[in-house]
DNA sequence: ATCACGGTTTGCA
DNA sequence: CTAACGTGCAAACCGTGAT
């Protein structure tokens, strides 16, 4: 039978993702560091969240505890550093909006990724402009990406890891450009499991049923596959199909809640201990609250033990303070928590982690008038939520904390622990040495 | 039975 | 020296009480 070629696709989804982008960031400042096993770790020093691909080759999972590894460490000589939000954010924007000049279309879609769409440009060669891409974030940032084009942003994310896992793209690959026999080629080699949204529980599900490679789910029916799976799998299947499910998004949606938790450097098991962090908690999710111009009618508290020290009796709870009025102001939001806080706080156990979650977010201008409310309180309110917009921006320019609540307490023996991060090298002139 | 709800679990990146 | 395991989001799920 012959060989149809698909039609040709009418949309070009570009997504540009970093190559390792935390141990990267970490090498354009430390050149010797090329060459060399690096891991970057998470908060508290706890796990593995960036490898070089040195560190790939000793088989190192993605999330592995940083502790198991110490032995392999020592003997390959692996280098790990801390996280350094401060220096991968400032990169990070700075790639994006280098990007930005590629399309008038960007989504960016986590720190080191974003999807650009080409398909105004439908006289280039898009494999071209994808290395003209990779050249300029080459040169102007000292980052290395690559580049994935299909017609749908999960063929795209299929491209690019294409892109990455084989040399003779050279970083490049355009799924658009593929005969129907080649893309067949590559899809039966690919893992079902590295298709975008199908992770590590649902890819042996698959398995089972006989679905193994990309190619598989591709020539599956959806239908039957929506039944025993969810509405999600439709899409992922269609996606891979060439028709768009899931659209561009350029502006950031509006979260529906934000969440700040964060594990302490050592156990904490004193209520001041836990209130400080709570409050700290709190006002990093009320920026972001104030970021996305929402206003938020339940705090959410919890606190738990360590899950994974069977020596210990486990304790975690939480709760949920509804806000008599919804509001993006600091200052309620820390009495609430701490509130809340008193409530499930137990004495006699060890704490690992506290968080907070706002939710019942609406936007700032359909602010709920309370039935009682005068105007004048209304006028209180929006005072206040102007005040708040000053303190993020004396913060946003000093430095995050110039400006905070006591309750955040100064001392903060609770901090995370990061044994070796580096200089602020973008962002903090104190933290850099001349020699 | 069915629905709305809230809290909990699952899953992904 | 020891002990040590991230975060943020949405969707699915599930039990409950009201209708």
Not at 246 to 259: A, G, M, S, Y
Not at 350 to 355: C, E, F, N, V
Request: proline letters at 5%; glycine letters at 6%; one cysteine or more.
């Amino acid at each position: 039978m012959e060989m149809l070629n698909p039609p040709i696709p009418n949309r070009a989804i570009a997504l540009i993702d970093v190559n390792n982008f935390y141990v990267s960031c970490e090498r354009v400042f430390n050149p010797k560091l090329e060459g060399k096993p690096v891991v970057v770790l998470s908060n508290n020093d706890g796990c593995a969240v960036a490898r070089s691909n040195e560190v790939k080759a000793l088989g190192i999972k993605m999330g592995q505890p940083w502790f198991q590894l110490k032995d392999l460490a020592r003997k390959h000589g692996i280098i790990a550093y801390s996280s350094n939000y401060a220096l991968y954010a400032d990169m990070s924007n700075r790639v994006m909006s280098i990007l930005g000049m590629f399309s008038p279309e960007q989504e960016i879609y986590s720190i080191d990724e974003c999807f650009l769409d080409l398909s105004g440009f439908k006289r280039l060669n898009h494999t071209d402009y994808g290395q003209q891409i990779r050249q300029r974030i080459k040169q102007w940032i000292g980052l290395p990406v690559c580049v994935g084009i299909g017609s749908t942003k999960t063929l795209a994310k299929l491209a690019n890891h294409l892109a990455k896992k084989n040399p003779e793209f050279n970083g490049v690959c355009d799924l658009n450009s593929f005969s129907l026999k080649r893309q067949t080629d590559w899809f039966q080699r690919i893992d079902v499991g590295e298709i975008w949204g199908i992770g590590r529980r649902l890819a042996p599900k698959l398995h089972e049923i006989g679905i193994k490679t990309a190619w598989d789910l591709k020539t599956a029916s959806p239908s039957p596959l929506r039944a025993r799976f969810s509405v999600v799998m439709e899409k992922i299947i269609r996606e891979i199909n060439g028709t768009a499910c899931i659209e561009l998004e350029e502006l950031h949606p509006t979260r529906k809640q934000i969440l700040s938790s964060r594990s302490f450097g050592v156990p904490v098991a004193d209520l001041p201990g836990l209130e400080e962090s709570v409050s700290l908690y709190i006002n990093r999710a009320a920026e972001k609250l104030r970021r996305q111009q929402s206003i938020a009618g339940v705090v959410y508290v919890y606190i738990r033990t360590s899950p994974f020290n069977p020596r210990q009796r486990y304790y975690a709870n939480g709760i949920a303070v509804p806000l008599s009025m919804q509001t993006d102001n600091t200052v309620p939001l820390t009495k609430a928590a701490l509130w809340g806080l008193r409530r499930i706080y137990r004495r006699g156990y060890q704490y690992q982690k506290a968080g907070v979650i706002l939710s019942e977010l609406t936007p700032q201008q359909y602010r709920q008038l309370n039935l009682f409310e005068s105007t004048s309180t209304t006028e209180v309110d929006k005072k206040s939520t102007k005040m708040m917009n000053i303190i993020d921006q004396i913060n946003a320019r000093m430095g995050r904390g110039t400006i905070r609540l006591a309750s955040e307490g100064f001392k903060q023996p609770w901090k995370m622990k990061q044994g070796n991060k580096s200089p602020g090298y973008t962002t903090k002139w104190e933290e850099l040495v001349c020699v």
